[in-house]
């Protein structure tokens, strides 16, 4: 039993799935670890067969309860038809040079946003779901329609695979640019460190809620840049500038910590305030946390 424990740990686990040369198969395994923990958590009731089935809501006909499920969950479960489940999923990708940040012993921050994306996307086909992908820095540099495909899945897993963070950050314009293509309300997810200007991304998110959107946020910092965390004299370089600095870290720790807490706080507050799911992860945290957010907001969608 603890060997299955551990090995359903090392699914989610961001440093040993990076050793997986795959996309698609780090995004299986990633998924594949999560349903394992889901179906033992005291979500298993809703999760056992979510990919079917919604839970019973007050008004509900009860012919349309799956008396099966019942009996194994105890709880009741409705069935859904097909154009319940069929939900239009955008995951919008920040491929910009400050991406590429790593610190020792973890991953940096667009290898662990690839394969989040990858298993985001991977799960919601599983779901029966169209899923998108924009890869965008200063520009959009890929977009892709939401479609219910497994080929076109494997070309958006290429893009992902080929990606190489370059050129400066302008989120907003993106974020603005891909909200103009959306037609049809959905769910859009965005994966970024979002360092950039905040107010103008601010402006951008509610931009999809306006649309009548979903929206989760995931905000992906390496665990240094939430905490300073540097132990001797550093040199920083900003990725995208390449200006440089030389710096004892505990001369400007309080400061930047303070700081850090003021920026990302900034973004949950504005983001609850307009009903924009948030999420900071760290490139050092289990997978499942971030797939859990997207199960619980797409059960709130039926």
């Not at 540099?141 to 695979?161: D, E, G, I, N, R």
């Not at 995931?218 to 300073?228: A, S, W």
Request: proline fraction near 3%; hydrophobic fraction near 35%.
């Amino acid at each position: 039993m603890q060997n299955r424990a551990n090995e359903n740990k090392n699914y989610l686990d961001p440093v040993i799935i990076s050793k997986l040369n795959s996309l698609e198969i780090k995004a299986k395994l990633v998924v594949e670890g999560f349903m394992v923990g889901l179906h033992k958590s005291p979500y298993h009731g809703f999760s056992a067969e979510f990919s079917q089935h919604r839970p019973y809501i007050q008004g509900d006909n009860f012919k349309d309860v799956d008396w099966k499920v019942y009996g194994k969950t105890e709880k009741f479960f409705i069935k859904q038809y097909e154009e319940e489940t069929n939900l239009k999923c955008h995951v919008l990708l920040d491929v910009s040079r400050s991406m590429e940040f790593s610190s020792e012993k973890n991953i940096s921050k667009i290898e662990y946003s690839k394969t989040l994306a990858a298993a985001l996307s991977y799960l919601m086909l599983k779901q029966q779901d169209a899923v998108g992908l924009a890869l965008y820095s200063d520009k959009i540099h890929q977009y892709y329609t939401p479609k219910v495909s497994k080929v076109y899945f494997q070309q958006m897993l290429k893009s992902l695979a080929e990606i190489v963070p370059s050129n400066k950050t302008n989120t907003s314009s993106c974020l603005n640019e891909v909200a103009e293509k959306i037609n049809k309300r959905g769910l859009v997810i965005i994966i970024s460190d979002f360092f950039d200007d905040i107010n103008s991304i601010l402006t951008s998110l509610k931009h999809f809620r306006y649309k009548n959107n979903e929206v989760i946020v995931f905000q992906i910092l390496d665990p240094v840049e939430k905490n300073f965390a540097f132990d001797r004299d550093s040199i920083f370089k900003d990725l995208e500038t390449e200006e440089e600095m030389t710096t004892q870290p505990y001369q400007i720790q309080k400061a930047y910590i303070e700081a850090m807490q003021e920026f990302t706080g900034k973004i949950k507050s504005e983001c609850l305030n307009s009903k924009i799911e948030y999420n900071l992860i760290t490139t050092d945290t289990p997978f499942d946390k971030a797939l859990f957010s997207y199960i619980q907001k797409r059960s709130k969608l039926h």
